[in-house]
C-alpha cells in the first residue's frame, strides 16, 4: 500500500487545472535543525521531508525510507526526490494534523463577499445596487443583537446558531464570546460619545432618579434617567447610569453619584430639575445638589423649580395607606392564591372549574405587597373567579379558609372599584411618549374629589376609613402648590390661568386666592428671566407681553 504513494515529481497539483505549487507548504519543522538541519549531508539534500524520515534497510537488501511518525515505508526515488514522501505526510499520515497545522484565523481581518442585491420599488420598477458582507459589520450587529434582546455573550457559540449564519453565507466566521463581549462595550462607549454629542446641543435637560433595593443580591441600585426637548420639539428620555451604589445609601452617596453622570455628560449646568421619590435621602440629595455653585448660577428662579417629587411615588404611598383598612381581605385572597400556585394539580383542578363556569381565561396573580397596583390586579382577577373559589373549597378543605365570603367579596368589588381611577392617573402620568406636566394638576383635583366623596359614605365603614387614610396622606404631601405642576397647566392652551383657580379651590380652600397670586407672580418671573436670556430686543413687545401677565388670574376655565 506504501508503493501507491510513489511518484517521481517533485511537485503535486492539487486541484485540476490549477497552477503547481510546492507541497511542502506548511509543514511544521520538528527537528532542531529547522529546514537546512540536514544541508550538509549531499547525499539526502536539504529538504524538510529528512526532518520526518530516515533511511532503513530490509532484510532482503532493499532500501526504503520510513516515516518516522507511523513507520511507514514508502520507495527511494532516483535523485533522492522528496515530493511522494511529502505528500504521504500531508495525506496518509496519521499525524498529519499536526504537521500541517491551520493558521489561525484573523477576526479582525473583513472577509467581504460582494452580490447584487434586488429590491421592488413599486410596481415596474426595480432597484439593484450590489451588496457587501462585511465581518466586522456581523460583529457590531451581533453586540447590538444580544443587548437589544438582552441574551447572554455565549449565544454566539451556540453550535445551531453558527449552523444558521453558515447556511445563509459560507463566508461567516465563528465569533467567540471575549469577542462579542468587547464588541458589546464598544457598541456603549459609542452610543455613550454620540449621546454627550446631543446633549451638548440642548440648552436644559430634566433628570428623574430612582433607587431600590435587591432582595436577592443585596445590592443597592440607582438609575438616572434625563429628560430633554430636540429642536424639533420632540420629547426624548435616555438612561445615563444605571449603576450599584455601595451602602451607605444616603444623601451624600446620592448627590456623589448625579455629580458623577452630570459632569461626565457634560450637563452639570443644564439641569432645569430632578425628580425623587419622596424620601429623606433624597431631600438631603437634593439639598447637597443646589450647593454647587456651577448648578445654582444657572437654575430658573433661583431653584425654586429643580425639586419635583414624583407623583407617582405620592400616590403609590397614598393607596398603600389606604389598603391597610381592608388588609385582611387582602391576606386572604393572597394566602389563597399563594396555595393554588403551590401545587400544578391545584392550578389545574382550579382551571377546570374556570372552563366549567365559563369564565374569561385570566391568570391569577399574586401581588407584590410593595406595590399598590399588583395588589389591585390580584384582587381584580380574583373577584372575577370568586366562583371558582368557591367551587374548588368544596372540593378541598383546606381551601376553605381562603375563600371570602359573599360580604367581603363585595368589598373587594367595591374597593377595585375605587382604585381603578388611581390606577387610570398612574399611568396616565407616568407616560414617557408625552408631556405630562400640564396633566398632573387635573388628575389630582380628580383624586381629591373622589376621596371627598367617599369621605361622606359613611354606610360603607371600610371605604370611609380608606377615605380617611387617604385624605390625611393627601393633604401630608400636596400641603403647598408645586409650582412647575401650575406652570404646566397654564401653557396649556386647553386651561390656561383659569385652571388654577377651579384646581386651587378644591385643594386650598382656605387661602386659594394667595396661592393663586404666589403662583401668577412666579410665572412672570420666570418670563421675565427666559425674556432676559433668548427673549427679542425689543422693548415694546417686551413691555406690552408684561402688561399682559399683570391682568389678574381669569375666573372661567379656558379664558386667556
Not at 293 to 304: A, E, F, I, M, Y
Not at 353 to 365: A, E, S, T, Y
Not at 462 to 478: F, G, T, V
Request: glycine content about 4%; some cysteine.
Amino acid at each position: 500500500m506504501g508503493e501507491g504513494f510513489e511518484s517521481d515529481s517533485d511537485e503535486m497539483e492539487l486541484n485540476s487545472g490549477s497552477v503547481p505549487v510546492s507541497v511542502s507548504d506548511g509543514l511544521v519543522d520538528c527537528s532542531p535543525g529547522g529546514i537546512e538541519g540536514d544541508a550538509e549531508d549531499p547525499k539526502r539534500g536539504g529538504s524538510i521531508a529528512w526532518n520526518h524520515f530516515k533511511e532503513a534497510t530490509l532484510p532482503n537488501g532493499k532500501k526504503k525510507n520510513k516515516c518516522l511518525h507511523c513507520n511507514k515505508l514508502l520507495s527511494v526515488q532516483p535523485g533522492k526526490t522528496t515530493s511522494h514522501l511529502i505528500r504521504h505526510l500531508r495525506l496518509a499520515c496519521p499525524y498529519r494534523a499536526k504537521l500541517f497545522p491551520k493558521k489561525p484565523e484573523d477576526t479582525s481581518k473583513s472577509t467581504v463577499q460582494t452580490q447584487l442585491h434586488g429590491a421592488v420599488l413599486s410596481e415596474g420598477e426595480s432597484s439593484i445596487h450590489t451588496f457587501t458582507f462585511s465581518f466586522e459589520k456581523v460583529k457590531t450587529l451581533a453586540a447590538h443583537m444580544i443587548l437589544a434582546h438582552e441574551y447572554p455573550f455565549n449565544i454566539v457559540e451556540h453550535k445551531v446558531f453558527n449552523e444558521f449564519l453558515r447556511a445563509y453565507t459560507p463566508y461567516y466566521k465563528k465569533i467567540s464570546r471575549y469577542i462579542v463581549r468587547k464588541e458589546c462595550f464598544a457598541v456603549y462607549d459609542k452610543e455613550k460619545e454620540r449621546l454627550i454629542n446631543i446633549l451638548s446641543k440642548v440648552n436644559r435637560v430634566s433628570l428623574t432618579t430612582d433607587c431600590w433595593w435587591s432582595g436577592v443580591q443585596r445590592i443597592g441600585y440607582m438609575v438616572i434617567t434625563c429628560h430633554y426637548v430636540d429642536r424639533n420639539w420632540n420629547l426624548h428620555k435616555r438612561v445615563l447610569s444605571f449603576v450599584n451604589v455601595p451602602p451607605p445609601h444616603n444623601g451624600a452617596a446620592l448627590a456623589k453619584e448625579v455629580h458623577r453622570v452630570s459632569n461626565i455628560f457634560g450637563i452639570s449646568d443644564k439641569i432645569a430639575s430632578v425628580t425623587v421619590d419622596n424620601a429623606s435621602a433624597n431631600d438631603v440629595c437634593i439639598a447637597i445638589l443646589k450647593k454647587d455653585h456651577n448648578l445654582l448660577s444657572n437654575l430658573v428662579l433661583d431653584g425654586k423649580l429643580f425639586h419635583v417629587r414624583c407623583c407617582a411615588h405620592i400616590i403609590n404611598l397614598l393607596v398603600r395607606d389606604g389598603l391597610k383598612e381592608i388588609e385582611n381581605i387582602i391576606d386572604v385572597v393572597r394566602e389563597g392564591v399563594k396555595y393554588l400556585f403551590g401545587s400544578k394539580n391545584r392550578l389545574t383542578s382550579f382551571n377546570e372549574h374556570r372552563i366549567n363556569l365559563k369564565l374569561p381565561p385570566n391568570k391569577l396573580v399574586l401581588d407584590n405587597n410593595t406595590r399598590w397596583n399588583s395588589t389591585f390586579v390580584m384582587l381584580n382577577t380574583a373577584y372575577t373567579y370568586r366562583q371558582c373559589f368557591t367551587k374548588y373549597g368544596e372540593d378541598d378543605d383546606a381551601f376553605e379558609r381562603y375563600c371570602p365570603s359573599e360580604t367581603e367579596w363585595a368589598e373587594v368589588f367595591e374597593v377595585c372599584e375605587f382604585l381603578e381611577v388611581f390606577r387610570d392617573v398612574t399611568n396616565l402620568i407616568s407616560g414617557s411618549n408625552y408631556p405630562t406636566v400640564n396633566l398632573f394638576l387635573m388628575e389630582l383635583c380628580r383624586i381629591k374629589a373622589l376621596i371627598n366623596a367617599q369621605l361622606h359614605l359613611d354606610s360603607k365603614k371600610h371605604m370611609h376609613n380608606m377615605a380617611i387614610r387617604m385624605a390625611l396622606k393627601y393633604d401630608k404631601y400636596w400641603d403647598e402648590c408645586d409650582l412647575l405642576l401650575s406652570f404646566g397647566s397654564i401653557l396649556d392652551p386647553r386651561y390656561k390661568k383659569g385652571m388654577i383657580r377651579f384646581a386651587y379651590m378644591s385643594m386650598y380652600p382656605s387661602d386659594y386666592n394667595d396661592k393663586m397670586e404666589m403662583v401668577w407672580k412666579r410665572f412672570h418671573d420666570l418670563f421675565e428671566q427666559y425674556a432676559t436670556i433668548y427673549g427679542d430686543t425689543k422693548e415694546k413687545g417686551a413691555e406690552s407681553y408684561s402688561d399682559y401677565l399683570k391682568q389678574p388670574p381669569s375666573t372661567t376655565v379656558g379664558n386667556k
